[in-house]
């Protein structure tokens, strides 16, 4: 298995940026498909980005195209996510995930997750 611990979560003005960190431990890094997701209250976790193993390719989800960077250091075990020109409708907690050789667009698609990190964007 792999355990995930996101971080970089805070409070921002709407137009700001932030990046947030997902650090892997316990296989090889390399090996996973990585994920973000974000989850605001009483709303369903959705998807915001993903990366494949080796940074080939790269999707987004249409409500942050053009705004929001997705990235990983395999030499560093950790994937990322640049979040620039956040607005209101961006707050949410932030969940990193990964899936074994593999990734996708779905909640159910990845097999690990991290604990979360708060993100608020106030106007």
């Known amino acids: 298995q792999v355990q995930l611990v996101e971080s970089g979560g805070g409070a921002v003005q709407a137009g700001g940026s932030l990046r947030l960190s997902c650090a892997a431990s316990g296989r090889t890094f390399s090996d996973y498909g990585m994920g973000w997701f974000r989850q605001a209250p009483g709303k369903e976790r959705e998807f915001v980005a993903a990366?494949?193993?080796?940074?080939?390719?790269?999707v987004y989800a249409d409500s942050v195209k053009g705004r929001f960077t997705i990235s990983r250091d395999n030499a560093k075990n950790t994937v990322y996510l640049q979040m620039n020109s956040l607005q209101p409708e961006d707050t949410a907690i932030y969940y990193c995930a990964a899936n074994l050789f593999s990734w996708g667009t779905e909640v159910k698609d990845y097999n690990y997750w991290g604990q979360g990190t708060q993100v608020t964007v106030s106007s």
């Open positions: 990366i494949t193993r080796l940074a080939y390719s790269t």
